[in-house]
């Protein structure tokens, strides 16, 4: 049985062979016939290959999938132990206040009726979205602050600045209320890890933090970081943990922030550039 070819390869050998025969005719332009021959990949051995699909490709493509369904249902059994502790926590909470009124049916409704409004609280609830994870955005930053910079140490003093993220379980962004817990270390190239912070903040400063705009709706946290030692330092490593007071539950998050230079760094470092090197920029 012959095996057919695809067809990128026999256009590429038959291509070939006229450029063969048009040297045999034209014996003057050998050498170029001979280059543009190479070129084509006529020459023997070097011919155009298709890659043909396999089983592995499917096989790929399925983990992908598998992968992504695997994650969001990982987001969902988090939401969803958020929302079974928060009802409890009411439940609980509504059955040290119950009144011997509401155990009565003081408002005269009929069965039918309490089943119908305890069917919707119940579908409510299914669908009240509830906290499955918190991220910190790569698009937080560090700086080193201006007063550092001014006394000539590139160490010592700082702005951390955190894009927090909290998000359902549909990967979806939720307003939180609760502490956030934060601890910060800087990382100097050659040196230990210098601690440099560690604090929590509030739910009214965390409600203060919210942000909707143009990277999107976020909380931004900023804190003062200071450290000691000597050395230009280049990352944060950053570690965050919110606790949700009405579940209990705790939510945490680490990072590596980068330092980024400030206007005033920009400055310093156009201001003692040799004259030479800024009249060529000019």
Not at 40 to 50: I, P, Y
Not at 140 to 168: F, H, M, Q, R, Y
Request: net charge positive; aromatic share 4%; glycine share 8%.
């Amino acid at each position: 049985m012959e095996t057919h070819r695809p067809v990128f390869e026999r256009r590429s050998t038959n291509l070939a062979a006229v450029v063969r025969l048009a040297a045999l005719r034209a014996p003057t332009v050998a050498p170029t016939v001979a280059l543009l021959v190479t070129l084509l990949g006529g020459t023997t051995g070097c011919r155009g290959r298709v890659l043909a699909p396999n089983s592995n490709d499917g096989l790929r493509a399925e983990l992908v999938e598998r992968t992504s369904e695997r994650d969001a249902a990982r987001a969902r059994v988090s939401e969803l132990e958020s929302e079974v502790a928060g009802l409890t926590a009411r439940l609980s909470a509504k059955d040290a206040a119950r009144t011997a009124a509401e155990q009565g049916n003081g408002g005269g409704q009929t069965a039918a009726q309490l089943a119908e409004i305890a069917s919707l609280r119940a579908e409510a609830a299914a669908a009240t979205p509830a906290l499955a994870s918190i991220a910190i955005s790569s698009l937080s930053n560090a700086k080193v602050t201006s007063a550092a910079v001014a006394t000539g140490s590139a160490a010592g003093e700082g702005l951390l600045t955190l894009i927090v993220v909290p998000s359902d379980g549909l990967g979806r962004f939720i307003q939180i209320a609760g502490w956030l817990d934060l601890s910060a270390t800087v990382l100097v190239p050659g040196a230990a890890p210098a601690p440099a912070l560690a604090t929590r903040v509030g739910p009214n400063a965390l409600r203060s933090c919210y942000r909707s705009g143009f990277l999107g709706t976020h909380y931004t946290v900023e804190q003062p970081i200071r450290w000691t030692g000597d050395g230009a330092p280049r990352a944060v490593s950053v570690a965050i943990e919110f606790v949700d007071p009405a579940t209990g539950r705790r939510f945490p998050a680490t990072a590596t922030v980068p330092f980024v230079p400030t206007t005033s760094q920009n400055r310093a470092t156009t201001q003692n550039r040799a004259p030479d090197s800024a009249a060529r920029d000019q």
